[in-house]
């Protein structure tokens, strides 16, 4: 039963990956995050250098200042947008695997009575049939 469950969770993973909508790690998010900050900081200098007429400026610089700035700005965005993707998909992952466990919990508890009343090798009778699926009931929303 878990090994299904595993072979689910990777054929879902080899789908995202194969559509294009799986995120970028957090790692790498945050690493962007800082690569933009920096960048962004070098293209402030550059054009604060060019306006205080530092030696050997030119406009050149200005114009090299202005796209670091621009490229900083757009990897700090898409580093966020990354980090908040990472963030849901790994809620979704764990609200699934929560499901998942529980609908193991329940398959094995409904396993178990059925067992529990195969070993007792005796004709049921209708109304035991119906206790035995009442407590069925109760053990499901005892889980949820």
Same mark, same amino acid.
């Given at each position: 039963m878990e090994n299904k469950n595993l072979e689910e969770t990777d054929v879902n993973e080899k789908q995202e990956?194969?559509?294009?909508?799986?995120?970028?790690?957090?790692r790498t998010c945050l690493v962007m995050i800082l690569a $933009?900050?920096?960048?962004?900081y070098l293209g402030v200098s550059l054009c604060q250098n060019v306006i205080n007429g530092?030696?050997? *400026? *030119?406009?050149?610089?200005m114009v090299a200042g202005v796209i670091f700035i621009v490229l900083g700005v757009a990897?700090?965005?898409?580093g966020i947008r $990354? *980090?908040?993707?990472?963030?849901?998909?790994?809620?979704?992952s764990n609200a699934e695997s929560e499901a998942q466990a529980s609908e193991t919990e329940i398959s094995r508890t409904v396993e178990s009575k059925m067992e529990?009343? *195969?070993s007792?090798?005796?004709?049921?009778s209708i109304a035991d049939r119906a206790n035995l699926v009442s407590q069925l009931g109760d053990a499901t929303e005892d889980e949820e």
């Amino acid at each position: 039963m878990e090994n299904k469950n595993l072979e689910e969770t990777d054929v879902n993973e080899k789908q995202e990956v194969g559509n294009g909508k799986s995120a970028m790690p957090m790692r790498t998010c945050l690493v962007m995050i800082l690569a $933009g900050v920096y960048v962004a900081y070098l293209g402030v200098s550059l054009c604060q250098n060019v306006i205080n007429g530092a030696e050997g *400026s *030119s406009p050149g610089f200005m114009v090299a200042g202005v796209i670091f700035i621009v490229l900083g700005v757009a990897f700090v965005i898409n580093g966020i947008r $990354g *980090s908040i993707k990472a963030g849901k998909i790994q809620k979704e992952s764990n609200a699934e695997s929560e499901a998942q466990a529980s609908e193991t919990e329940i398959s094995r508890t409904v396993e178990s009575k059925m067992e529990s009343t *195969s070993s007792l090798n005796k004709k049921m009778s209708i109304a035991d049939r119906a206790n035995l699926v009442s407590q069925l009931g109760d053990a499901t929303e005892d889980e949820e």
